[in-house]
């Protein structure tokens, strides 16, 4: 079965700044990768996904991810991020679309 | 795109009593919807997975005859919390994959469930 691992569980940034929140997967065939954010009491919004072909995939709002399969790796970037950026985001895997498995979850604070 | 529909987005009830949560698929048919449970500062953890016409499997550990699942159209799927305890108290989140999205799910808004 596969899982995700995110090592932060809190990542504090002043505005403006750069931000890495990291993914790791264990899985033992080929996967589907997926990053979430949710708002307080709101459900999951996908912000992107990774299904196959370029390994680096970007979002509409200037969040990137890049899949890196021999680190097993799917760590979300922003080079500049904003107080709305605030909110509790979720690495996903799914290796066969029948079930998604989630990350414990990375809680994004954006300070003035 | 898709949308899944989650009712209700809060909910207060007594110990004892039961509380009916729906999930729709507003603009797609879902032969699977999965429902998930989060706790305060904590991930999303799959409970069961609803089939439309047949019955739902359960994560280990969740107890189906406490959290009744019922799948009975393409369109609802049904989760049922049976004499409910305080600490049933959590977030129930549904998904349905979404068919025209390239894999990936769509996610209902949640329902807040507070027993008292």
């Known amino acids: 079965a596969q899982s995700v691992t995110q090592l932060d569980s809190q990542v504090p940034v002043f505005e403006e700044a750069p931000v890495e929140l990291r993914c790791n997967y264990s899985s033992s065939v080929s996967v589907y990768l997926f990053w979430y954010v949710q708002y307080p009491n709101q459900g999951l919004q996908l912000l992107l996904k990774y299904l196959s072909g370029s390994t680096l995939v970007e979002s509409i709002n200037g969040f990137e991810a890049e899949f890196n399969k021999s680190q097993t790796s799917f760590h979300l970037r922003k080079p500049s991020v904003h107080i709305s950026d605030t909110a509790e985001y979720f690495c996903?895997?799914?290796?066969?679309?029948?079930?998604?498995?989630f990350g414990a979850g990375t809680r994004l604070t954006v300070k003035p | 795109g898709a949308v899944v529909s989650q009712h209700p987005s809060w909910v207060i009830c007594k110990s004892g009593t039961s509380v009916k949560i729906e999930c729709r698929s507003l603009?797609?048919?879902?032969?699977?919807m999965f429902w998930y449970r989060q706790f305060p500062k904590q991930s999303l953890m799959l409970m069961a997975t609803?089939?439309?016409?047949?019955?739902?499997?359960?994560e280990q550990g969740v107890e189906k005859d406490k959290f009744l699942i019922n799948h009975a159209s393409l369109t609802l799927s049904t989760l049922t919390v049976t004499s409910a305890h305080p600490e049933d108290s959590s977030f129930y989140i549904c998904?349905?994959?979404?068919?025209?999205?390239?894999?990936?799910?769509?996610f209902g808004s949640g329902t807040r469930l507070t027993v008292v």
């Open positions: 609803s089939n439309e016409g047949s019955k739902a499997t359960y």
């Open positions: 998904s349905a994959r979404d068919p025209l999205g390239g894999y990936g799910y769509t």
């Open positions: 603009d797609f048919q879902a032969t699977t």
């Open positions: 996903a895997v799914s290796n066969n679309n029948n079930d998604m498995r």
